[in-house]
Structures are given as C-alpha cells and as structure tokens.
C-alpha cells in the first residue's frame, strides 16, 4: 500500500482527485520526500516544504513514463469551460493516459481553465484588438505568439484557449529520454504535462527541471523562508514574456528583454532583436563568464547585417552587461576589422545603446497609452478591467526599468 502523503486544502472532490494521483505515482515508482504537502487551495495548487532544502535533496522524482503526452489527446471545451481529453486510437504512452485524465479531472475541479481565460491576455482582451496587436508585436518573430495571433485572427476562441492553457503548462520531452523508458516517436521530440511537477510555481532563479540516472524528472529546489513553497524556474523569462504566455507579471526577474526591433549601426547595416530569447551554450572566457545569462545564445550574420535571438536591459546591480554584451555581439560578428579602433568601436555600443533603450522606452509609453485607454472606456467588466489592470502594471514596470537604467550613475 503506498505511504500516506500529506495533502491539505478545503476542496475535498480535488483533495480527494490529487490523493489518487499520488497514490497511482507512488506504485509507478515515484519517489516523494516525507518533508512535501501539496496544497489545495480553491483553486490555487502548490506544493511546500517542512525544511528549506539547503542542501539541495530531491524532494520529488516522477518516471518519464508517468508523463501525459499531448499528442495522445484530442482536446475541447464545453460551454461550461471544462476540458474534455480523448485519448486517441494509437497513443505513444499508454501508462500516462490515466495520469492525464487524473489532470483533467483536478483542473476541472479547481476551474483552472476557466480562471486562465480571465489572466491570459489574448482571451482576456479579446475585444481590444488594437490592443492585442500592440502586445504582439513585442513578440512579432515568436512561433508561440504568431500562432496565438493567427488563431485570434480568425476567431477560433476554443483552441486558442487549450492551446495557450496546455503551451503554459507543457514541457518539451527529447525522443532519446522517451526511448529510454520505452516511448517510441518518430519526432525529435514530444511535448507532454509534468505531472503534479504542474503544482510548483515559478521563481526566477529557482532550480530548473532536470533528469536522473534513472530517467526520471527530478526536483530539488530549495524552500522559500517564509511560507515554505518550493518553486522552480519554468524558463528563461522576463515579465513579458511570463505574462504573455504563462498568464503572470513575473516580479522575481532581473531584467527585461527589448521587444523584437531593428536597430541601425552608424554605418547604417542592421541589427535586428528578435527577442526569441535563447540561453548562451558557447564556453565564454573567464573575462566573459559572468555574462553568460546576458549573452544571446544565437547570433547569425547575413553579410553586413546582424540578427541576434535577444538583448537584455539589465537592473541596476548588473547595468554594466548590456553594453558588455553590445561589444560581443560587435566583436564576434565583425568580419572586416571595423572595430579594432577602440574609440569607434565605443562610439557604436553608445550608438546602438541609445537606440535600444529609446525604441524601447517608446513602444512601453505606447503600450501604456492603449491600456489606459481600455482601461477608461471599460466600466462594468471586472474580469476585463483585471486583465487590463495586470497590463498597466506590466507596462510601468518596464518603464521603470528602463527609466532606472537610463538613470543609473
């Protein structure tokens, strides 16, 4: 019989949905650190520690082959705003088809789907298109955005709903892990829930998700002080980008990324920020270490022109990095030796620095201007008048963050 483990809450339909979940995790192997309780609370889930975990223990390890994967569904929404998951006639994990009903049924239970409708802006705002166009074009070269953008175009409210709820929640499963506990796919990988790791919330800084010996996904972040909650880190995010896509202003962040733009060099070739942030991999030298999460991780030319995955304006305590960071991107693309004078080397990084921080700082006033225009003509909706709410105070932290930057002595 598998051991008790300790959930709390007032729900006693959802307490009773998690119970069986465990209990189904425990007999697949699971392993559940006798210092958890996972906390049902309305409709808020997480999971807390008895100790801090200093020492980095593992606190939670769930077999790959207890993950759901969305490929094995088809998936719709009744008038209620419940979620239906059908499991198709083939599936690649037939052990997970259990684990994602018990998913289903506990975000049933807790109205997850119907409380994400009213925090994800692109629902939310619906009705505010000129609004929803601004937002987007932060993101105007991201694959998740264009799609949430194509599906609000044409109207199809369902599936931009499920498709923003589950991309919110998924996580990107390689096909060697896959294979190795027996879950074949012809794809390079697969996208699929995480099980209760779902409970966790997000922590800039916080310890990722990672794999063990035994392929199993593996948690072993530390508790926060206070309230005893164990967070992880979801992604390589700012508050943009938690807000757009995980329905969040994520305040734990140290930096925002620039919103996709084209910036000029003073010889007038292109610099163009895709913001599709992705972490630097390349071994930096010692000098460059402490850039590493400031870095963009892809950098591509294309002649005399320059494309780079992301920049970041940093906070105070590490404002030095962006132009650090400006003066790689320069170096490592610079085929002709233009920058080997110093001084006009100097020039460009202030030249382009200026314009990042200007076009920035302008398209965040403008953002702000059509939110508190909404919010002026919006009286009697509360769910809107939140959303709009949770967009104005998105809007002003960037600003302060740039206006801090540009302030910065």
Same mark, same amino acid.
């Given at each position: 019989?598998?051991?008790?483990?300790?959930?709390?809450?007032?729900?006693?339909?959802?307490?009773?949905?998690?119970?069986?979940?465990?209990?189904?995790?425990?007999? $697949?192997?699971?392993?559940?650190?006798?210092?958890?309780?996972?906390? =049902?609370?309305?409709?808020?889930?997480?999971?807390?520690?008895?100790?801090?975990?200093? $020492?980095?223990?593992?606190?939670?390890?769930?077999?790959?082959?207890?993950?759901? !994967?969305?490929?094995?569904?088809?998936?719709?929404?009744?008038?209620?705003?419940?979620?239906?998951?059908?499991?198709?006639? +083939?599936?690649?994990?037939?052990?997970?088809?259990?684990?994602?009903? !018990?998913?289903?049924?506990?975000?049933?239970?807790?109205?997850? !789907?119907?409380?994400?409708?009213?925090?994800?802006?692109?629902?939310?705002?619906?009705?505010?298109?000129?609004?929803?166009? =601004?937002?987007? %074009?932060?993101?105007?070269?991201?694959?998740? $955005? %264009? %799609?949430?953008?194509?599906?609000?175009?044409?109207?199809?409210?369902?599936?931009?709903?499920?498709?923003?709820?589950?991309?919110?929640?998924?996580?990107?499963?390689?096909?060697?892990?896959?294979?190795?506990?027996?879950?074949?796919?012809?794809?390079?990988?697969?996208?699929?829930?995480?099980?209760?790791?779902? *409970?966790?919330?997000?922590? #800039?800084?916080?310890?990722?998700?990672?794999?063990?010996?035994?392929?199993?996904?593996?948690?072993?972040?530390?508790?926060?002080? #206070?309230?005893?909650?164990?967070?992880?880190?979801?992604?390589?995010?700012?508050?943009?980008?938690?807000?757009? *896509?995980?329905? *969040?202003?994520?305040?734990?962040?140290?930096?925002?990324?620039?919103?996709?733009?084209?910036? *000029? #060099?003073?010889?007038?070739?292109?610099?163009?920020?895709?913001?599709?942030?992705?972490?630097?991999?390349?071994?930096? #030298?010692?000098?460059?270490?402490?850039?590493?999460?400031?870095?963009?991780?892809?950098?591509? +030319?294309?002649?005399?022109?320059?494309? =780079?995955?992301?920049?970041?304006?940093?906070?105070?305590?590490?404002?030095?990095?962006?132009?650090?960071?400006?003066?790689?991107?320069?170096? +490592?693309?610079?085929?002709?030796?233009?920058?080997?004078?110093?001084?006009?080397?100097?020039?460009?990084?202030?030249?382009?620095?200026?314009?990042?921080?200007?076009?920035?700082?302008?398209?965040?006033?403008?953002?702000?201007?059509? +939110?508190? !225009?909404?919010?002026?003509?919006?009286?009697?909706?509360?769910?809107?008048?939140? $959303?709009?709410?949770?967009?104005?105070?998105?809007?002003?932290?960037?600003?302060?963050?740039?206006?801090?930057?540009?302030?910065?002595?």
């Amino acid at each position: 019989m598998p051991k008790k483990v300790k959930i709390k809450g007032e729900n006693l339909k959802a307490i009773a949905i998690v119970r069986e979940l465990l209990d189904e995790l425990l007999l $697949a192997g699971t392993i559940i650190s006798d210092q958890l309780s996972f906390i =049902v609370d309305h409709g808020h889930l997480s999971i807390r520690c008895e100790k801090s975990n200093v $020492a980095k223990e593992t606190l939670l390890s769930i077999p790959l082959k207890c993950m759901p !994967l969305l490929a094995d569904f088809d998936f719709s929404v009744t008038d209620e705003i419940q979620i239906i998951a059908q499991p198709k006639q +083939t599936v690649l994990n037939k052990q997970g088809l259990r684990f994602m009903q !018990l998913m289903i049924d506990l975000y049933n239970e807790t109205e997850k !789907l119907k409380y994400w409708s009213g925090v994800f802006p692109i629902i939310a705002l619906k009705d505010h298109p000129k609004l929803i166009s =601004v937002l987007l %074009n932060a993101k105007a070269l991201n694959k998740k $955005a %264009n %799609n949430f953008k194509n599906l609000y175009n044409n109207q199809q409210w369902d599936e931009l709903l499920l498709v923003s709820f589950f991309g919110s929640r998924e996580f990107i499963y390689k096909a060697d892990k896959l294979s190795q506990s027996g879950i074949n796919t012809s794809n390079k990988s697969e996208k699929g829930l995480l099980n209760v790791i779902d *409970f966790l919330n997000h922590q #800039t800084g916080a310890n990722g998700y990672s794999f063990n010996a035994d392929n199993s996904l593996i948690i072993n972040s530390s508790a926060e002080i #206070t309230t005893g909650e164990v967070y992880v880190e979801y992604n390589y995010l700012d508050p943009l980008m938690a807000y757009l *896509f995980y329905g *969040f202003v994520d305040l734990s962040s140290s930096w925002i990324f620039s919103v996709m733009l084209e910036l *000029f #060099t003073l010889q007038g070739n292109s610099l163009l920020v895709m913001n599709n942030p992705v972490l630097n991999k390349a071994n930096l #030298t010692q000098e460059l270490e402490s850039l590493n999460k400031y870095i963009p991780g892809d950098i591509q +030319t294309n002649g005399v022109n320059i494309a =780079v995955s992301h920049i970041v304006i940093p906070n105070n305590e590490n404002h030095a990095a962006l132009r650090k960071v400006i003066r790689y991107i320069l170096l +490592t693309t610079d085929k002709v030796g233009r920058y080997k004078d110093a001084s006009y080397l100097q020039q460009e990084i202030l030249h382009i620095e200026k314009q990042l921080i200007e076009k920035n700082y302008g398209y965040w006033k403008t953002l702000e201007g059509e +939110t508190e !225009l909404a919010l002026l003509k919006t009286s009697n909706n509360e769910i809107v008048r939140a $959303a709009l709410t949770q967009l104005n105070n998105l809007t002003k932290i960037n600003l302060q963050y740039i206006k801090n930057y540009v302030e910065h002595k």
